[in-house]
């Protein structure tokens, strides 16, 4: 894992929003995840569009009360439990 | 709402060109019409009204069904996660591909050995190198595979192969499901359980593969109930979290929950969904502790198994409020040692009997 990797989710999984516990739930064959909220905005940034410095940098912007490495230290721990459950790939 | 549903399992028809001695479908039923194109679609949206976010297309076998296409297509507008789980027979790759477009998230194929000869055998039909061109077609075509291959007697000691083949098609999920004897399977129980032996080395490479390909392939090995000790959370317990609607849309806990007698379901259609699920009396006559045999209601394992599997409880003591005889503090706990020690003295060669369908919708 480096900042120029692009977490990817894999196919397999779908993100979406569960209107009856208003938060982000990864869906994937018989199992499902129901994510907290910062869980869910970085899982939404995962599209292999974005870089992991990018999606550090967008989250810090959007909320610069957090210190930036305690956001660096959630993105990374987050990516690096969902590939290791096979849920989310680094292109 | 007191509990939300999450999975529907949607029993599209119960035929299948195959014949497994470990089914589990129920042994016989009512001759009713199956559900039509327009029924399931309502169904799918009233259930994703409640708070379903997965739908399994199963069956039987689901590609029996000439409109299947159309249903996915229906499951993935109402918003829900589609699975399709499968024998893959009778499949070509075009309809695959139409699958995929009309939505179809993930596909789950069964297996029934790595040996064709044994594979065709357990199948009652020449099938397996089909199977195969199925998984190749979904590598091919990017879906999302898994692969399914009921454990038992007879192909227990094959999961390296297993394990080795599901590698070799690129499947994302591999799910080791030791058969439950229920179903036919319990018709079959003397030829299908395993030996003690077996199931700890089987599990022992399972685990060892899990360690291997983490991140690359999701692996399940799925113990039996008989050699647990403990009863499983049946379905996350009766009535918490999954839906069934049999081919004739009869809306049930668990896919077998109709062979209990005593017992009232409802039929979708007859009334909504959210009522059929917190009000009809089939629903909750196994929700909360009440229910309860005192050895369950004072155990501190209530929460965790929510009292077992009322199927098995019924279907080897004849009492549907039984304690699971799995359970090691179940007073019918000796009907499941018998069974095992009846394994470990057999040749492992008692001959299967094969599905057979009677009165199907």
Same mark, same amino acid.
């Given at each position: 894992?480096?900042?120029?990797?692009?977490?990817?989710?894999?196919?397999?999984?779908?993100?979406?929003?569960?209107?009856? +516990?208003? /938060?982000?739930?990864? $869906?994937?064959?018989? &199992? *499902?995840?129901?994510?907290? +909220?910062? /869980?869910?905005?970085? $899982?939404?940034?995962? &599209? *292999?569009?974005?870089?992991?410095?990018?999606?550090?940098?967008? $989250?810090?912007?959007?909320?610069?009360?957090?210190?930036?490495?305690?956001?660096?230290?959630?993105?990374?721990?987050?990516?690096?439990?969902?590939?290791?459950?096979?849920?989310?790939?680094?292109? | 709402?007191?509990?939300?549903?999450?999975?529907?399992?949607?029993?599209?028809?119960?035929?299948?060109?195959?014949?497994?001695?470990?089914?589990?479908?129920?042994?016989?039923?009512?001759?009713?019409?199956?559900?039509?194109?327009?029924?399931?679609?309502?169904?799918?949206?009233?259930?994703?009204?409640?708070?379903?976010?997965?739908?399994?297309?199963?069956?039987?076998?689901?590609?029996?069904?000439?409109?299947?296409?159309?249903?996915?297509?229906?499951?993935?507008?109402?918003?829900?996660?589609?699975?399709?789980?499968?024998?893959?027979?009778?499949?070509?790759?075009?309809?695959?591909?139409?699958?995929?477009?009309?939505?179809?998230?993930?596909?789950?194929?069964?297996?029934?050995?790595?040996?064709?000869?044994?594979?065709?055998?357990?199948?009652?039909?020449?099938?397996?190198?089909?199977?195969?061109?199925?998984?190749?077609?979904?590598?091919?075509?990017?879906?999302?595979?898994?692969?399914?291959?009921?454990?038992?007697?007879?192909?227990?000691?094959?999961?390296?192969?297993?394990?080795?083949?599901?590698?070799?098609?690129?499947?994302?999920?591999?799910?080791?499901?030791?058969?439950?004897?229920?179903?036919?399977?319990?018709?079959?129980?003397?030829?299908?359980?395993?030996?003690?032996?077996?199931?700890?080395?089987?599990?022992?490479?399972?685990?060892?593969?899990?360690?291997?390909?983490?991140?690359?392939?999701?692996?399940?090995?799925?113990?039996?109930?008989?050699?647990?000790?403990?009863?499983?959370?049946?379905?996350?317990?009766?009535?918490?979290?999954?839906?069934?609607?049999?081919?004739?849309?009869?809306?049930?806990?668990?896919?077998?929950?109709?062979?209990?007698?005593?017992?009232?379901?409802?039929?979708?259609?007859?009334?909504?969904?959210?009522?059929?699920?917190?009000?009809?009396?089939?629903?909750?006559?196994?929700?909360?502790?009440?229910?309860?045999?005192?050895?369950?209601?004072?155990?501190?394992?209530?929460?965790?198994?929510?009292?077992?599997?009322?199927?098995?409880?019924?279907?080897?003591?004849?009492?549907?409020?039984?304690?699971?005889?799995?359970?090691?503090?179940?007073?019918?706990?000796?009907?499941?040692?018998?069974?095992?020690?009846?394994?470990?003295?057999?040749?492992?060669?008692?001959?299967?009997?094969?599905?057979?369908?009677?009165?199907?919708?």
């Amino acid at each position: 894992m480096n900042d120029a990797s692009r977490p990817t989710l894999r196919p397999k999984t779908r993100l979406r929003y569960d209107r009856h +516990r208003d /938060a982000f739930v990864l $869906l994937w064959p018989e &199992r *499902g995840l129901l994510l907290n +909220r910062s /869980a869910g905005e970085i $899982l939404e940034r995962c &599209r *292999g569009q974005e870089t992991l410095s990018s999606i550090v940098k967008a $989250l810090s912007d959007e909320y610069p009360q957090t210190h930036r490495h305690i956001i660096e230290d959630h993105v990374h721990r987050l990516i690096h439990d969902l590939c290791r459950r096979g849920l989310l790939t680094l292109e | 709402m007191r509990e939300r549903p999450y999975t529907l399992t949607a029993e599209l028809t119960y035929r299948c060109p195959l014949q497994c001695a470990y089914c589990s479908n129920p042994l016989s039923y009512d001759d009713r019409p199956a559900l039509d194109t327009e029924q399931w679609r309502r169904l799918f949206a009233e259930a994703e009204a409640m708070g379903v976010m997965q739908v399994n297309l199963t069956g039987g076998e689901p590609l029996l069904r000439s409109d299947l296409e159309r249903l996915i297509e229906d499951a993935h507008h109402a918003g829900l996660y589609t699975n399709l789980i499968t024998s893959g027979v009778p499949l070509s790759r075009r309809r695959l591909a139409r699958c995929r477009d009309r939505g179809l998230d993930a596909i789950q194929l069964s297996l029934q050995s790595t040996n064709r000869h044994l594979a065709d055998d357990i199948a009652g039909l020449a099938v397996h190198d089909a199977k195969l061109a199925v998984a190749r077609w979904a590598h091919e075509l990017r879906m999302p595979l898994t692969l399914n291959i009921v454990l038992h007697r007879r192909n227990l000691d094959e999961i390296r192969d297993i394990i080795a083949l599901a590698e070799a098609l690129h499947a994302e999920r591999l799910e080791l499901a030791n058969a439950q004897y229920l179903g036919w399977a319990l018709v079959n129980r003397q030829g299908l359980l395993p030996t003690e032996a077996q199931l700890e080395e089987a599990r022992r490479i399972a685990q060892a593969a899990r360690e291997r390909l983490a991140g690359r392939m999701e692996i399940l090995f799925v113990t039996p109930d008989y050699h647990a000790g403990v009863p499983r959370a049946c379905m996350d317990g009766w009535g918490r979290r999954h839906l069934v609607v049999s081919p004739d849309g009869v809306v049930l806990p668990c896919h077998l929950a109709h062979t209990l007698p005593g017992l009232t379901f409802e039929r979708a259609g007859t009334r909504p969904l959210r009522d059929i699920w917190e009000q009809s009396e089939g629903f909750n006559r196994f929700r909360g502790e009440e229910w309860m045999a005192d050895t369950c209601r004072t155990c501190a394992y209530r929460t965790v198994d929510f009292g077992g599997c009322r199927c098995q409880a019924f279907h080897l003591t004849g009492h549907v409020e039984a304690v699971d005889p799995v359970c090691r503090w179940s007073p019918d706990h000796h009907l499941i040692h018998t069974a095992r020690d009846a394994a470990e003295k057999s040749s492992g060669r008692a001959p299967l009997r094969k599905r057979e369908l009677h009165m199907v919708p």
